[in-house]
């Protein structure tokens, strides 16, 4: 049986945008335009002039934007990078396929790194600290750095799912050396399989990240370093350039259904929400994801299953508890506790009203029985 509310999407959105987007295909496909050309610049224009900063890479995901980054700002072997635990594995194994050793510390209330943790975790072997901006809600990246600045450490910005949100009215991936986006289809914009972009204010690091995503080729004949193949494919370039323009639109949804599940689920003692959206806020968040917090949260999405809500547990067991990442030697009890209790509710655009207050009933309903 289909659920009444899935988790995402695919299917409406496409029928939706359905003549735009053969539209799209046609035109890439019947020019055979296929590596690296106009549709990539163009998206690497707009999201970068987006960002309010002078470069964009398109990659050929989010994961290797944040790998190609800390490459290019010569991250490697006996080096230390701070990062946390409550994230997608990426942002820990791109710091290890770098040669460097990831440190996790943990996370405050609101999922994102606990700056007050940051000062302690650094070494003399400390490089560079890793903020992964989680649901489209940025770190306190005025606190982050300030102490990466008195510690002379490169900040690297794993804003995959953060694109569009500000702090202090600066957004996402614009306070660093350099940032890593995803464009994975379920992101609150999304191609039609991987894709990603870097981003940099830094025009030798912007050089570098383009030597490595195209087997470090400078020109046509010459190769100057052992590079990768990880170019953003310019079909999904040129789709994601075609959803962009909805993408103002797209996030002010994401922030009424947020409110909605505010309103409707305010009040239930054993839940606790995320930070509202708010106007005034230092923080403007574009929740790419809704995430509640239950003690009896694995009985809950069970409930929601058969109540035929689709539900995402993002992290059910932490990387520290996985022994074939060594990883072990760290206590990180707020991520603990949030693998147990975090669950993501349906959110994005396509989400009408009625599916909303479906979700909302459903839940009330659990803490009713």
Same mark, same amino acid.
Not at 210 to 217: F, S
Not at 228 to 236: A, E, V
Not at 249 to 267: F, P, S
């Given at each position: 049986?289909?659920?009444?509310?899935?988790? !995402?999407?695919?299917?409406?959105?496409?029928? *939706?945008?359905?003549?735009?987007?053969?539209?799209?295909?046609?035109?890439?496909?019947?020019?055979?335009?296929?590596?690296?050309?106009?549709? !990539?610049?163009?998206?690497?224009?707009?999201?970068?002039?987006?960002?309010?900063?002078?470069?964009?890479?398109? $990659?050929?995901?989010?994961?290797?934007?944040?790998?190609?980054?800390?490459?290019?700002?010569?991250?490697?072997?006996?080096?230390?990078?701070?990062?946390?635990?409550?994230?997608?594995?990426?942002? *820990? +194994?791109?710091?290890?396929?770098?040669?460097?050793?990831?440190?996790?510390?943990? =996370?405050?209330?609101?999922?994102?790194?606990?700056?007050?943790?940051?000062?302690? +975790?650094?070494?003399?072997?400390?490089?560079?600290?890793?903020?992964?901006?989680?649901? @489209?809600?940025?770190? %306190?990246?005025?606190?982050? =750095?300030?102490?990466?600045?008195?510690?002379?450490?490169?900040?690297?910005?794993?804003?995959?799912?953060?694109?569009?949100?500000? &702090?202090?009215?600066? #957004?996402?991936?614009?306070?660093?050396?350099?940032?890593?986006?995803?464009?994975?289809?379920?992101?609150?914009?999304?191609?039609? @399989?991987?894709?990603?972009?870097? !981003?940099?204010?830094?025009?030798?690091?912007?050089?570098?990240?383009?030597?490595?995503?195209?087997?470090?080729?400078?020109?046509?004949?010459? &190769?100057?370093?052992?590079?990768?193949?990880?170019?953003? %494919?310019?079909?999904?370039?040129?789709?994601?350039?075609?959803?962009?323009?909805?993408?103002?639109?797209?996030?002010?949804?994401?922030?009424?259904?947020?409110?909605?599940?505010?309103?409707?689920?305010?009040?239930?003692?054993?839940?606790?929400?995320?930070?509202?959206?708010?106007?005034?806020?230092?923080?403007?968040?574009?929740?790419?994801?809704?995430?509640?917090?239950?003690?009896?949260?694995?009985?809950?999405?069970?409930?929601? #299953?058969?109540?035929?809500?689709? $539900?995402?547990?993002?992290?059910?067991?932490?990387?520290?508890?996985?022994?074939?990442?060594?990883?072990?030697?760290?206590?990180?009890?707020?991520?603990?506790?949030?693998? @147990?209790?975090?669950?993501?509710?349906?959110?994005?655009?396509?989400? %009408?009203?009625?599916?909303?207050?479906?979700?909302?009933?459903?839940?009330? #309903?659990?803490?009713?029985?």
């Amino acid at each position: 049986m289909p659920y009444k509310v899935p988790f !995402v999407n695919y299917r409406k959105y496409y029928r *939706i945008h359905e003549e735009e987007i053969k539209a799209t295909l046609h035109r890439v496909l019947s020019h055979g335009d296929l590596i690296l050309r106009e549709d !990539v610049t163009k998206l690497e224009n707009s999201i970068s002039g987006y960002l309010g900063l002078r470069y964009g890479v398109g $990659t050929n995901s989010g994961t290797d934007a944040l790998y190609l980054s800390l490459l290019a700002a010569g991250i490697g072997h006996g080096d230390e990078v701070v990062t946390v635990g409550h994230t997608f594995l990426a942002t *820990i +194994a791109v710091i290890v396929h770098c040669g460097a050793t990831p440190v996790l510390i943990d =996370i405050g209330e609101d999922f994102n790194m606990n700056v007050d943790l940051l000062e302690a +975790a650094i070494t003399p072997r400390t490089r560079a600290v890793m903020p992964v901006h989680l649901n @489209g809600r940025l770190c %306190d990246m005025e606190k982050l =750095i300030s102490v990466a600045s008195a510690h002379h450490l490169i900040v690297i910005e794993d804003a995959a799912q953060a694109l569009g949100a500000t &702090f202090d009215g600066k #957004k996402a991936g614009s306070f660093g050396l350099a940032a890593g986006f995803s464009f994975y289809p379920a992101k609150s914009l999304g191609a039609y @399989g991987d894709a990603g972009m870097a !981003v940099a204010n830094d025009e030798e690091i912007d050089h570098r990240i383009r030597l490595y995503r195209d087997h470090g080729r400078e020109t046509k004949e010459d &190769f100057v370093l052992y590079g990768f193949n990880s170019r953003l %494919d310019n079909l999904q370039a040129a789709i994601l350039n075609m959803k962009f323009k909805y993408f103002p639109q797209w996030i002010e949804r994401r922030r009424e259904i947020a409110m909605m599940y505010q309103e409707g689920l305010t009040g239930i003692a054993q839940l606790k929400l995320p930070p509202p959206p708010e106007t005034g806020s230092r923080y403007f968040d574009t929740y790419q994801n809704y995430v509640i917090q239950a003690p009896e949260r694995d009985k809950l999405a069970t409930f929601l #299953k058969d109540a035929g809500v689709e $539900t995402l547990i993002f992290v059910p067991k932490p990387y520290h508890f996985q022994p074939a990442l060594k990883l072990s030697q760290f206590r990180l009890p707020i991520t603990e506790r949030v693998a @147990g209790e975090a669950l993501s509710l349906p959110m994005y655009p396509e989400l %009408d009203n009625r599916q909303v207050e479906i979700v909302v009933d459903s839940v009330r #309903k659990f803490f009713k029985r």
